[in-house]
């Protein structure tokens, strides 16, 4: 009895390591993140890539960046050109698809072109976290500043938004799209824009993503 008592329990032993590294294989790369997460980043002309060719744009920028630093996501270019925080709020429900893991939201540029009230675009830009909490997507929020030539009041109003929302809806958040340009001085950034001065050129979306970047490393770490 004591040997087949044994040999059962050496059986049954292997038979559950068996099962026990059956479910590992398949719920490993699930823990470990095998399967890339996705990205989208929901934006305007400067997210779409204008002017440049693909390769040289903010999205396969970004994505080639996370690459070398051993990230794997995949990042899908959400950007429409001419785009306000109108037109993002108004495509953000089908943008938000179920396999969306991250949002990064840089709208606001086209709402200044325009002397847009900073009430709406606060509204709209608030519509966009809403509906990415609804769906538990983590946000990355790029702010933006307004120029001085709409007025004080007119720029210390659009100035809060994006820091305001942040915090109210708890996002990650980069204060400029442009910040990764690094001068104080118009004319010394314009080497890193195209003759339109307001979209960069494909080394100006270099400095732009190493600086977003690490954000997005972070944005990447919170949804898993």
Not at 6 to 18: E, H, I, K, T, V
Request: charged fraction near 20%.
């Amino acid at each position: 009895m004591r040997l087949q008592s044994n040999g059962f329990s050496s059986y049954g032993a292997r038979l559950l390591a068996s099962k026990v590294l059956a479910l590992f294989l398949i719920v490993a790369p699930a823990v470990a993140g095998g399967s890339p997460l996705t990205v989208t980043a929901l934006g305007d002309s400067l997210t779409q890539g204008y002017g440049l060719i693909s390769q040289n744009g903010f999205v396969p920028q970004l994505r080639d960046w996370l690459e070398r630093r051993g990230r794997d996501a995949r990042v899908v270019n959400a950007g429409v050109s001419g785009d306000t925080s109108a037109g993002g709020l108004g495509r953000v429900e089908w943008t938000l698809t179920p396999d969306v893991d991250a949002l990064i939201v840089a709208l606001g540029g086209n709402d200044l072109l325009r002397g847009i009230d900073p009430a709406v675009t606060r509204a709209n830009i608030e519509g966009i976290l809403q509906a990415a909490s609804e769906a538990d997507v983590e946000v990355l929020l790029v702010g933006m500043e307004a120029p001085g030539n709409y007025g004080p009041d007119y720029k210390a109003e659009f100035d809060a938004i994006w820091p305001e929302l942040s915090r109210a809806y708890d996002t990650l958040y980069h204060p400029d799209f442009f910040a990764g340009l690094g001068s104080d001085r118009p004319e010394d950034a314009m080497r890193y824009m195209q003759p339109d001065g307001i979209h960069p050129n494909a080394e100006g979306v270099r400095r732009i993503v190493d600086s977003i970047g690490p954000k997005v490393i972070d944005l990447i770490e919170r949804a898993r």
